[in-house]
């Protein structure tokens, strides 16, 4: 089960554990994950589930696909090139660790 560490604006940090197979956004959800509000319930059609990944871990989750990237432009925080909308981000064991950033616009 892969633990994945949301870190706030301020520094605060959340570890959650999950199933893999489980999406990012629905860990965070279920976990009570400040900033994470998930509106959509994971359509990529809201953008308040806008999260930046640690650039540690870029690699490991890939890029956004098309409709994530246009939906990225709609965000309430900066955009920035590590951003995601977590209901994208399917868990594996391969991102045990994970370290994402929730955006100050969000919390």
């Known amino acids: 089960m892969p633990t994945v560490i949301f870190q706030s604006p301020d520094g605060t940090e959340r570890k959650v554990t999950a199933?893999?197979?489980?999406?990012?956004?629905?860990?965070?959800?279920?976990?009570?994950?400040a900033g994470i509000v998930a509106e959509?319930?994971?359509?990529?059609?809201?953008?308040?589930?806008?999260?930046?990944?640690?650039?540690?871990?870029?690699?490991?989750?890939?890029?956004?696909?098309d409709v994530?990237?246009?939906?990225?432009?709609?965000?309430?925080?900066?955009r920035r090139p590590t951003s995601r909308?977590?209901?994208?981000?399917?868990l594996s064991d391969a991102l045990d660790g994970l370290v994402v950033h929730v955006p100050e616009g969000q919390v």
């Open 19 to 33: 199933e893999s197979g489980t999406v990012l956004m629905q860990a965070a959800v279920a976990n009570g994950v």
């Open 68 to 78: 994530e990237d246009e939906m990225l432009d709609f965000t309430a925080a900066e």
């Open 85 to 90: 909308l977590s209901c994208q981000i399917q």
């Open 40 to 65: 959509c319930g994971g359509n990529a059609s809201c953008a308040t589930c806008h999260v930046y990944v640690d650039p540690r871990h870029t690699d490991l989750v890939g890029p956004p696909n």
